[in-house]
T-cell receptor
Framework: GESVGLHLPTLSVQEGDNSIINCAYSNSASDYFIWYKQESGKGPQFIIDIRSNMDKRQGQRVTVLLNKTVKHLSLQIAATQPGDSAVYFCAEKPQGGSEKLVFGKGTKLTVNP | EPEVTQTPSHQVTQMGQEVILRCVPISNHLYFYWYRQILGQKVEFLVSFYNNEISEKSEIFDDQFSVERPDGSNFTLKIRSTKLEDSAMYFC?????????????FGNGTRLTVT
């Protein structure tokens, strides 16, 4: 049959609220994780990364949480702004010498003023 | 802030033609990559390149694809005989120290349309 595009999960928040974007990753042996933001017509923009020996890492207005037990990654954005509206992707790197990132399907965040 | 630049932003070509997509990675980066994103699909890894050779490639990266770093600044992806299913956004990325050590920084992509 004809393949269809991915139906992206969506998250809609009010300006100033905190946002939490979730990601379930596939490989329990992955040792590195990274969040990207993609605005329309642009390439993925690096937000924050975390290694598997950590549970939490903070950046400017963003926090990434890693729960290896349930293979779950989350991105928290504090005081969300209209400029945060974009598609957010998590990606994982398989353990070992692999150079590739395996991307998730993305979540579309819409920030309402 | 230094960035990865890609040209052209949009390339239209006929099936069977050769295309070359060009990228200028960030100047002090040593690892280079091509990814692609078919409309509405996930971003997919194609190839990684380090020390003037391919370090890893995916199943997508068949004999029709090749990469080259012809000089100290450019990194190119060539598709020898394009197919309709090659239509996608192609993203170049670079990294200082490789995946898992330092983040990949992506360009804004080349939209390839094969007719």
């Amino acid at each position: 049959g004809e393949s269809v595009g991915l139906h992206l999960p969506t998250l809609s928040v009010q300006e100033g609220d905190n946002s939490i974007i979730n990601c379930a990753y596939s490989n329990s042996a992955s040792d590195y994780f990274i969040w990207y933001k993609q605005e329309s017509g642009k390439g993925p923009q690096f937000i924050i990364d975390i290694r598997s020996n950590m549970d939490k890492r903070q950046g400017q207005r963003v926090t990434v949480l890693l729960n290896k037990t349930v293979k779950h990654l989350s991105l928290q954005i504090a005081a969300t702004q209209p400029g945060d509206s974009a598609v957010y992707f998590c990606a994982e790197k398989p353990q070992g010498g692999s150079e590739k990132l395996v991307f998730g399907k993305g979540t579309k965040l819409t920030v309402n003023p | 802030e230094p960035e990865v630049t890609q040209t052209p932003s949009h390339q239209v070509t006929q099936m069977g033609q050769e295309v070359i997509l060009r990228c200028v990675p960030i100047s002090n980066h040593l690892y280079f990559y091509w990814y692609r994103q078919i409309l509405g699909q996930k971003v997919e890894f194609l190839v990684s390149f380090y020390n003037n050779e391919i370090s890893e490639k995916s199943e997508i990266f068949d004999d029709q694809f090749s990469v080259e770093r012809p000089d100290g600044s450019n990194f190119t992806l060539k598709i020898r005989s394009t197919k309709l299913e090659d239509s996608a956004m192609y993203f170049c990325a670079s990294s200082i120290s490789g995946t898992g050590v330092s983040p990949l920084h992506f360009g804004n992509g080349t939209r390839l349309t094969v007719t």
